[in-house]
């Protein structure tokens, strides 16, 4: 049951990006649904390969490639998944801080500490 909240939390944070950023564009809910799938498939699956691949970078730049890397992930889940659209790298940069503020905000209040919704 905590997943698919959690799934439904990061598909609301991906249809509230639009609202704050115009580079940014969701047309429907089962796009936002599709989208919070994949990038919680590319963040589960193939973040921890790039990570590693990308430490010594992520060493010299102090962590900050880190954000570099969240931007192309989430760039990357935009071309695949049809409905969603993000305009270039820094509109991807700008939305990915954005959605992860606003996916930990919406957890923060609709998840309790033990686990249950």
């Known amino acids: 049951m905590r997943l698919l909240l959690t799934w439904f939390i990061n ?5 509230a ?12 809910i089962g796009a936002a649904l599709v ?3 994949v990038l919680g498939l590319v963040n589960t699956l193939l973040r ?3 990570v590693l691949l990308t430490l010594p970078v992520t060493v010299l730049s102090l ?7 969240n931007a192309l992930l989430f760039w990357l889940v935009a071309e695949l998944v049809e409905g969603v659209h993000v305009a270039g790298f820094w509109s991807a940069m ?3 801080i954005l959605y992860s503020v606003i996916s930990w905000a919406l ?3 609709l998840l309790k500490q033990d686990g249950r919704p």
């Not at 598909?11 to 249809?15: K, R």
């Not at 990006?17 to 429907?28: A, C, E, G, I, K």
């Open 11 to 15: 598909a609301a944070a991906l249809l």
């Open 107 to 109: 957890s923060t209040l």
């Open 94 to 96: 700008g939305a990915a």
């Open 17 to 28: 990006l639009p609202f704050l950023m115009h580079s940014v564009q969701v047309t429907s």
């Open 63 to 69: 962590g900050l490639f880190i954000l570099v890397l």
């Open 35 to 37: 989208a919070a799938l």
């Open 48 to 50: 921890p390969v790039l």
